[in-house]
């Protein structure tokens, strides 16, 4: 990949770069484009995702019971393949892009192969779509054998993971690049940084993916006679798994950057910071166990310290980020002026720019939502009570999409006027976007967790079991929240509409920014407080009591909540 | 924080922390990203796998 | 800013404040804490997984499971005539699983401890008994061993909660808990 990395220090031939009129970067022209490119096409995934992901919901409603048996799991697999893959990846890609060349002040490594990377990804994606749709690879996005998919299902896969690995490799190129050239001075950005972290760990996870899609696909062609279901199914979540955990690395680098970018916010501490980021980097694939936390065949040793992140220390780095990112607002919002009582730094926060409501709305949503749930039901023995119920599916949307997708949401929002560099249109929609969102994406979590509590069953047409041999009544409550997931799914389905309309209509007929309107509306504000603040040190270290007040009910939450889960299942059978 | 010089004056630098350094070397961090869960989760896990006895 | 630089070189350096120190030292005493529990609850806590599991063909399987029906059956039930067996307390007892069935039907007495073998003869299955809400994975290839001691008499299903095709929805089995006569 580093075949051109030799090239003379700045202006070498090809590269061609435009100046930033907002921000004064130096903007690679193939690095921009590519953003360009995976973000048009990720959004058209989550269009094409989400709307599947509506029909799913509304078949689970019992009373309108959509789609027909078939359809459903046929529309179930392909809605977790285009959003949790397509729609996440191809964002993440552009993220990666904008963290190394954009932010770093530089060139885009091999670019020839960063487009390479692009078309493997569109073909594969496009190729395990139709697998899908064809309706012989129904077999939901994990795929376990085995239960076989057609063999273009697997290939899809395995050419959009290459063509993934691929642009990772262009990042790093990057990285490589601006040190050479010295585009920059000391260490990178702390968003640079959280690239880099999900970079790492997507390494690992593209790796696991080819460890065990290669050997799949050649099985579903009749080369290989036997998958062994358990080693697929730990390897395979080396894959699954891990690839969340790029989310959440990526998603928190974005945090911290509309942290800055919005508010002027600078990390209270680069080392503490850092280091969160390390024990990402060190345990938070480890994770990848929580899916085998009732398996046969694996040891509680190995679930309990595999489970735990190793003690527990990649939950720190993420306790470590949940109260940073508040407090480095809360600082820069007091430096600016903003220094009333408690809160005031909070309320007199841009709540109107859907960047930052996005963002706001995304740590609220993983943090209290997701990340509680998640060590919860990633603790060995609570996972009996809660293991493929629909308290699954209801964790991670309230992580991949109230968290992740929402905040990819609100850096899009500064990506337009600043990569496309087009007005954002439908003010209003934009504006209100988040909180639809918001609200419908917190209702489908909080209510299929509710229904999994009551132990029904995630990918399930239907609750009732009209057509068994056997019968069995959940109770009515349980028939109540998938009502009411229904409901909050057309306002989640609502939002993820108004986000495609504007980001489409933004981007395609959008005014050009000109001089003028970057003047009247700069999408980075003067906070006037990035470059008045002093250098660290204790002395310019503001106090902090409103974010100490939100970690603190935070932390009452979590642990009253994880005993509230010991309780229940002291009450089940005892085994042993 | 007296020191303030940023490389380019060539004035006698304090040495970087070794903590520091580690965290500038992408492809140092790189390698324990993937050795980690490689051995811990991976390599242990398939290894219990293996040892799975045979039914009586 | 987060995204320039850090302003200063040998940002290492620099002093943490309390909050953070205080946070960060919260933080990790709560990971601690999680972990003990985790792992005190193998000693003290009475709902654990036996780490029990044994290689199988999935035949072999089978035919213990017809071994013990012949043997305890009682009566049968259900649209399909699935058989009740009745087994002995303690005695090992099983369950297979397969497109789309759980089979057979089992009486168990309250307060007695039985061995329970679970695996499947096709695909994955995930065995989620209703309404206790307990949820393990089922393989085809393994038998895993659950030491279960029902506490409450009553009428239990076991769902199907692993995707298995397009029957998924109607794999429901049947477990009955009856005090001792
Ligand atoms: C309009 C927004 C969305 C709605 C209404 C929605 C709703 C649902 C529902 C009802 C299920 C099925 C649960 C089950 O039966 O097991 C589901 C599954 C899932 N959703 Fe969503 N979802 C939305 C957006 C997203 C997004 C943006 C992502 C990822 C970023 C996502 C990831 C997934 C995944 C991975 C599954 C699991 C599929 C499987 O079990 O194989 N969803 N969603
Ligand atoms: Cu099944
Ligand atoms: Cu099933």
């Known amino acids: ?576 | 924080m007296s020191d303030q010089s940023t490389g380019s004056g060539g004035a006698p630098e304090e040495r970087v922390p070794a903590m520091q350094r580690l965290l500038d070397n992408p492809f140092l961090l790189l390698f324990m990203g993937v050795a980690s869960p490689a051995v811990l989760y991976l390599i242990w896990g398939v290894m219990e796998l293996s040892q799975i006895p045979l039914s009586p | 800013m987060a995204i320039t630089p850090p302003q200063n070189r040998l940002w290492w350096k620099e002093p943490l404040s309390g909050v953070e120190i205080t946070w960060i030292g919260v933080a990790f005493i709560w990971g601690l804490v999680m972990f003990g529990t985790m792992v005190s609850w193998h000693f003290v806590g009475k709902q654990n997984l036996s780490n029990e599991t044994y290689r199988i063909d999935p035949n072999a399987f089978g035919e213990k499971v017809e071994a013990m029906t012949e043997r305890y059956q009682v009566r049968e039930e259900g649209d399909t005539g699935v058989p009740v067996v009745r087994p002995p307390p303690g005695s090992d007892i099983y369950m297979l699983s397969r497109l789309w069935e759980w089979w057979p039907v089992l009486e168990l007495e309250k307060d007695q401890t039985y061995r329970l073998h679970l695996s499947s003869m096709d695909w994955q299955h995930g065995f989620s008994l209703q309404p206790q809400n307990i949820n393990v994975q089922v393989h085809p290839g393994y038998d895993m061993v659950l030491t279960i001691t029902p506490d409450k008499s009553g009428e239990y299903a076991v769902v199907c909660n692993e995707f298995c095709g397009i029957g998924h929805h109607t794999m429901v089995g049947k477990i009955h808990v009856v005090d001792k006569k």
């Open chain 1, 1 to 576: 990949m580093a075949v051109d990395t030799q090239a003379p220090s700045r202006g070498f031939i090809g590269a061609s770069y435009r100046t930033c009129p907002e921000t004064g970067l130096k903007v690679c022209s193939q690095a921009e484009a590519l953003i360009k490119v995976n973000a048009v096409v990720a959004v058209v995934f989550l269009a094409v995702g989400g709307l599947f992901g509506l029909m799913v919901a509304l078949t689970r409603w019992p009373a309108v019971h959509l789609l027909p048996a078939d359809w459903f799991y046929l529309l179930l697999t392909a809605h977790g393949a285009d959003v949790l893959l397509f729609w996440i990846v191809f964002f993440e890609v552009a993220v990666l892009y904008f963290a190394s060349a954009i932010i770093l002040n530089c060139r885009l490594a091999a670019p020839k192969f960063a487009w390479l990377a692009f078309v493997l990804m569109v073909v594969g994606a496009v190729l395990a779509n139709i697998a899908v749709l064809q309706g012989e690879s129904s077999v939901m996005f994990t795929s376990y054998v085995p239960m076989q998919a057609a063999p273009h299902f697997y290939l899809g896969l395995i050419v959009f993971a290459v063509g993934t690995l691929i642009a990772v490799f262009c990042f790093f190129g990057t990285l490589v690049i601006a040190k050479e050239e010295g585009s920059y001075e000391g260490s990178v950005p702390l968003v640079t940084f959280g690239a880099i972290t999900a970079a790492i760990i997507a390494v690992f996870t593209l790796a696991s993916g080819a460890i065990i899609l290669i050997p799949t696909f050649l099985w579903s062609v009749g080369y290989i006679s036997h998958i062994d279901p358990l080693m697929y199914k730990i390897i395979w979540w080396g894959m699954g798994h891990s690839s969340q955990q790029i989310n959440v690395s990526a998603q928190v680098a974005i945090w911290y950057a509309v942290a800055a970018m919005l508010l002027g916010a600078k990390p209270l501490s680069e080392k503490v910071s850092r280091m969160a980021f390390l024990m990402y980097i060190l345990f938070l694939q480890l994770a990848s166990a929580h899916h085998l936390l009732v398996e046969p065949g694996v040891s509680s040793e190995w679930k309990i310290f595999n489970t735990s992140y190793a003690l527990y220390l990649a939950v720190l780095g993420s306790m470590i980020h949940g109260m940073s990112i508040p407090g480095a607002m809360e600082a820069a919002q007091r430096r600016n002026g903003f220094n009333n009582g408690m809160f005031e730094w909070l309320r007199k926060a841009p709540w109107s720019n859907p960047a930052f409501s996005g963002t706001v709305l995304s740590i609220v949503i993983f943090g209290f939502l997701g990340g509680i749930t998640g060590v919860i039901m990633g603790t060995e023995q609570l996972n009996l009570i809660m293991h493929n119920t629909l308290y699954v599916p209801g964790h991670f949307h309230a992580t991949v999409v109230g968290g992740t997708t929402l905040a990819f949401m609100a850096i899009t929002y500064l990506l337009v006027p600043l990569i496309f560099r087009r007005e954002i249109v439908f003010k209003k929609i934009a504006q209100w976007q988040p909180y639809v969102f918001g609200a419908g994406i917190a209702g489908i979590s909080l209510f299929m967790m509710g229904a999994g509590t009551l132990g029904v069953a995630r990918r399930h047409w239907d609750i009732g079991f009209a057509d068994a041999a056997m019968s069995f009544d959940y109770p009515a409550t349980a028939f109540l929240m998938m009502g009411l997931n229904g409901i909050a799914a057309i306002c989640a389905a609502l939002g993820g509409l108004m986000f495609v309309l504007v980001v489409v209509a933004s981007v395609f007929f959008g005014k050009q920014r000109t001089a003028e309107s970057i003047a009247a509306f700069p999408t980075l504000p003067k906070t006037g407080s990035a470059e008045t603040v002093t250098s660290y040190g204790s002395e310019s270290h503001v106090k902090l009591p409103g974010t100490i007040v939100l970690v603190s009910v935070f932390f009452v939450a979590f642990v009253l909540y994880y005993y509230v889960n010991w309780k229940y299942l002291s009450e089940v059978w005892p085994l042993s």
